[in-house]
C-alpha cells in the first residue's frame, strides 16, 4: 500500500524546488548583466557625455563665442527641443528595425554631430549644430530603458537601471575632472580648449556605433550566448513577475490596457501624472549636468579650471554610490513608492542648503544632496511605468514620459539663464528648481506605484 507524503514534506519539497528556482533564474539573469550591462554602460557613458560637455566647455566657450547666460541656455534649451520632437519616432523606428541596428545608426551620426560642434563661430552655428546632436541622440536613452524591459524581469529591474543609470554620475564625474585639463589644451595646434573637448568627447560615440552592430542582440531569443534552458527561464520570468501596484475595487489590473485603445491608455490620467512627476524630476537633472561647473565655481570664483572640474565631481562620486545603495535596497524590499519619494525630497533640501547658505562647505554639501537625490530617484522612477502600462503602449509611452521631463530639460537652461542674467545669482535658479522638485512629490504621492512585494525572489536577491 502507498503511504501518503506528510503535508511537511510536501512544503519542504516545494520550498526546495522554489528556492532551486530562484537560483537558477538569478543565474540567468547574472548572465545578462555580465554580458549586456556593461557595454550598454559604456554607451550611455558617451551619450551623456556628449550630451553634458556643453556646459564644460562653457567655461571658456561663451567668453570666445561672445554669449551671454542666456544665449548659452538657449543653445541647450533647442538641443532638447529637438530631442524631444525626435524622441517618439525614434523609439518606433527601434521597436520597428531593433535595437542592434537603431542604436547603432544614430551613435554614429550623434558622434559625428557633437564632434562638429568644435566649428561653431556664433551663437547661430552654436544653435544648429546642437539642435543636430539633439536630433540624432533622441532615441538613446527612451531606447535603451524599452530594450532592457526585454531583458530584465521586473524584480530586478531596480539595481540594473542603477548600474545601467551610473553612467550619468560617472561621466559627470569623470568628465568634470577630465575637461578641465581637456581645456588646458587650449591653443594646442591652433584650437582652443572648448574645441578639443568636442573633438575628444564626440568621436568614440561614432566609434562605438560601429561595435554595436556586431555585439548587440534585439531580443534574448536571437542571443547566441543564452542557451536553449536560460531562455526559458528568462521568457518566463519577464512574463510573470510584475509587482502588483496596489488596487481599489472595481479597477482595472495596472499592467493591462483593460479594452482601452492605445491612443485611450497614453493620454490616460495615469500616464499623464508619469509624465508630469517626470517633467519635475528632470529639471533638477539638468540643472546638475548643465549649470553644476558654473555653480561651483560661482562659490570657488578664485579656483583653477582644473580645480572646478575636480570639485564639480565630488557630487557625483556621492551619487554613484547613493544610487547603487538604494537600488539594491528597492529591489531586496521590492518597494517604489517611498524609495522614490525620499531621494526626491533629499535633492530639493540640496538646492535649499546651496542657495540659502553662504558657507562653501554647505552649498557643496547641497550641490551633493541634489545630486544623489535626482539621479537615485529617476532609476527608481523608470522601474514603476510598466506597472501601469500595457505591453503595446510601453514602446510609445516610455517614449512619451521622456519627450515630457525632456520639456523640462529644455526650459530649465532657458530659464536658470535668465534668472541668473536678471539677479547676477543662481540663488533664483536654485529655488526653481527646489520647488518643482517638492511639486514632483506631491505628483509621486499619487501615481499607482506597487509596494512591497515579499516573494523568494526579492527575499533572496
Not at 536571437?222 to 519577464?238: G, Q
Not at 508619469?274 to 533638477?284: E, G, H, Q, R, S
Request: proline share 4%.
Amino acid at each position: 500500500m502507498l503511504q501518503s507524503i506528510p503535508s511537511g514534506a510536501q512544503s519542504l519539497s516545494s520550498g526546495t524546488e522554489a528556492a532551486r528556482a530562484v537560483e537558477v533564474e538569478k543565474q540567468v539573469v547574472g548572465k545578462v548583466t555580465k554580458r549586456l550591462l556593461w557595454f550598454i554602460f559604456l554607451l550611455f557613458v558617451f551619450s551623456f557625455l556628449d550630451r553634458i560637455n556643453i556646459g564644460f566647455a562653457g567655461l571658456t566657450m561663451m567668453k570666445d563665442l561672445g554669449l551671454t547666460s542666456t544665449q548659452f541656455g538657449l543653445a541647450t534649451t533647442l538641443f532638447y527641443i529637438a530631442y524631444i520632437a525626435c524622441g517618439i519616432p525614434s523609439n518606433i523606428m527601434l521597436a520597428r528595425i531593433g535595437a542592434r541596428r537603431w542604436i547603432g545608426t544614430i551613435m554614429i551620426a550623434w558622434g559625428l554631430a557633437s564632434t562638429a560642434t568644435m566649428f561653431a563661430t556664433s551663437p547661430n552655428t552654436l544653435y544648429l549644430l546642437r539642435v543636430l546632436v539633439g536630433i540624432t541622440e533622441a532615441g538613446f536613452l527612451p531606447g535603451m530603458l524599452l530594450y532592457m524591459t526585454l531583458w530584465f524581469p521586473p524584480t530586478y529591474r531596480a539595481r540594473a537601471n542603477a548600474l545601467f543609470m551610473i553612467a550619468m554620475p560617472v561621466t559627470a564625474a569623470l568628465g568634470s575632472a577630465m575637461s578641465g585639463y581637456i581645456l588646458a589644451l587650449d591653443g594646442t595646434l591652433g584650437l582652443k580648449g572648448w574645441q578639443w573637448l568636442f573633438m575628444l568627447e564626440g568621436l568614440p560615440s561614432a566609434i562605438l556605433g560601429l561595435i554595436v552592430f556586431s555585439y548587440l542582440d534585439d531580443k534574448p531569443e536571437y542571443a547566441k550566448w543564452l542557451s536553449a534552458d536560460e531562455k526559458a527561464v528568462l521568457a518566463h520570468s519577464l512574463q510573470t513577475k510584475r509587482m502588483p501596484a496596489p488596487l481599489k475595487a472595481g479597477t482595472a489590473v495596472p499592467d493591462a490596457s483593460g479594452g482601452r485603445s492605445l491612443f485611450a491608455e497614453l493620454t490616460s490620467l495615469t500616464v499623464i501624472k508619469f509624465a508630469v512627476a517626470y517633467f519635475c524630476l528632470v529639471n533638477t537633472l539638468a540643472m546638475v549636468a548643465v549649470w553644476a561647473p558654473l555653480i561651483v565655481k560661482s562659490f570657488s570664483a578664485d579656483a583653477s579650471n582644473s580645480t572646478i572640474g575636480l570639485l564639480a565631481a565630488i557630487p557625483q562620486v556621492a551619487t554613484i554610490i547613493a544610487m547603487i545603495w538604494w537600488g539594491r535596497r528597492s529591489d531586496r524590499k521590492q518597494e517604489r513608492r517611498w524609495h522614490l519619494v525620499l531621494p526626491m525630497l533629499m535633492s530639493a533640501a540640496g538646492w535649499l542648503f546651496t542657495a540659502m547658505s553662504s558657507n562653501p562647505a554647505i552649498q557643496m554639501l547641497g550641490v551633493c544632496m541634489a545630486s544623489a537625490g535626482s539621479y537615485t530617484a529617476m532609476s527608481i522612477f523608470w522601474t514603476t511605468p510598466d506597472q501601469a502600462l500595457s505591453f503595446k503602449a510601453q514602446v510609445i509611452g516610455i517614449a512619451v514620459i521622456n519627450a515630457m521631463g525632456n520639456i523640462s530639460s529644455a526650459l530649465n537652461p532657458l530659464i536658470v539663464g535668465w534668472l541668473r542674467d536678471a539677479t547676477h545669482s543662481f540663488t533664483s535658479g536654485l529655488l526653481y528648481s527646489s520647488t518643482l522638485m517638492l511639486a514632483g512629490v506631491v505628483i509621486v504621492l499619487l501615481l499607482p506605484i506597487g509596494g512591497r512585494k515579499k516573494t523568494a525572489a526579492a527575499l533572496n536577491a
